[in-house]
């Protein structure tokens, strides 16, 4: 069966206006030095999904949403960190259909204060009309999230627990239909991607692409990650897990392999949410050279990651290179003192 059949087979409620445009960065090529190498970059504007905000998470919702109507739900939980880009989504794809929506969110981060906890995310998930259960420190937000369903459940009420990042089975597949979209843009572009650039948070992103590109006969290893969340290693096993899961659930032979899937933990430093120097580095020479923006927890380090790979020599003349930008930029107000505070270096990483 090919992919597209076993996706139009998936309950699947439509949260997106068509494929996400693809573009040439030509002035961070510039900037690299990259276009005198035979590099050429482009970036996948998944951020430019108009629901809530926009972001990643909207693919994974489409099937997750779609999921949730099969089973006849009335209410939506999600999980996450306090910032939570795929809780933010959640709630306003919840407001657009009528469901009722709680989030529960950790702090997965050691920040606080009215910045962190009040900005950014936090604000927009008010605004769409969730109700939040913030957690202490130490409380599981998936253990409490099934006991809230189970409340909902004696009530007479029918919830959907999509967990971390809706990087279950069900929200990997949103990716695995990326890939199609991805292939089916390169063919109309006339040329194919050497390598597709994401950041690995729950690991759902990259395993739905990767679930994607063996479904369609291609190399899986073309899929570059940069964790954001856990070691490289774990990152790995949980993509693979993941994404066989999600090949699986398509009606497919689950047979990616641990070296088929690639993870860098380079950019992770001290931790998820943590900031770094390289990661505001890369905010501010996407934002200072294309006009755009990345987010400082997932983008912004996997964006970093690109650009070291390409000063190490990684890529090479005649490389077309696809980032997948992830959306997520409500979370820079919640990061907005460490931006101001920090030195301004010069856009030019052409030295580095």
């Known amino acids: 069966m090919s992919l597209s059949k076993a996706l139009s087979l998936m ?8 494929p996400t445009p693809i573009e040439r960065l030509e002035r961070i090529e510039d900037a690299l030095g990259a276009a005198a190498k035979g590099i050429r970059l482009y970036a996948k504007r998944d951020d430019q999904m108009t629901l809530g905000g926009g972001g990643n998470k909207l693919r994974k919702l489409e099937f997750l949403l779609g999921d949730a109507a099969a ?6 939980i999600a999980t996450g960190g306090r910032q ?11 407001a657009k259909f009528g469901l009722s929506c709680e989030l529960v969110l950790a702090p997965m981060v050691p920040r606080d204060g009215a910045e962190y906890d009040r900005n950014g995310n936090v604000l927009l998930d008010d605004l769409f009309g969730a109700r939040i259960h913030h957690l202490p420190q130490g409380v599981d937000a998936t253990t409490l999230a099934n006991e809230r369903a189970a409340e909902l459940s004696q009530a007479g009420r029918v919830a959907y627990v999509a967990t ?13 239909a990326c890939a199609l ?3 089916e843009q390169a063919t109309e572009l006339g040329h194919d991607f050497t390598s597709v650039v994401v950041p690995n948070g729950s690991s759902g992103m990259q395993a ?16 570059h990650g ?3 969340l856990a070691p490289a290693e774990k ?26 899937v690639t993870v860098s933990g380079d950019q992770l430093g001290p931790g998820y949410g943590i900031p770094t120097q390289a990661m505001v580095d890369a905010v501010r020479l996407m934002a200072s050279r294309e006009g755009l923006l990345l987010d400082p927890v997932y983008s912004g380090k996997a964006f970093a990651g690109l650009l070291e790979d390409i000063a190490a020599g990684q890529y090479g003349a005649g490389d077309n290179v696809l980032f997948i930008m992830t959306g997520g930029s409500p979370g820079l107000y919640a990061y907005a003192s460490h931006f101001l505070g920090a030195e301004r270096g010069s856009p030019d990483v052409r030295e580095r």
């Open 11 to 18: 309950p699947r409620r439509k949260l997106t206006r068509g």
């Open 71 to 76: 089973k006849g739900a009335d209410t939506l």
């Open 84 to 94: 939570s880009n795929f809780a933010r989504l959640a709630a306003a794809t919840a």
């Open 164 to 176: 971390l990042g809706g990087s279950s089975a069900v929200g990997c597949v949103g990716y695995a």
């Open 181 to 183: 979209e991805i292939q």
């Open 208 to 223: 739905g692409l990767v679930a994607g590109y063996r479904a369609l006969g291609l190399d899986p290893r073309r899929v």
């Open 226 to 228: 940069h964790s954001v």
């Open 235 to 260: 990152a790995k096993i949980a993509t693979v897990e993941r994404a066989n899961d999600a090949l699986a659930l398509l009606g497919l032979e689950p047979s990616v392999a641990l070296d088929e």
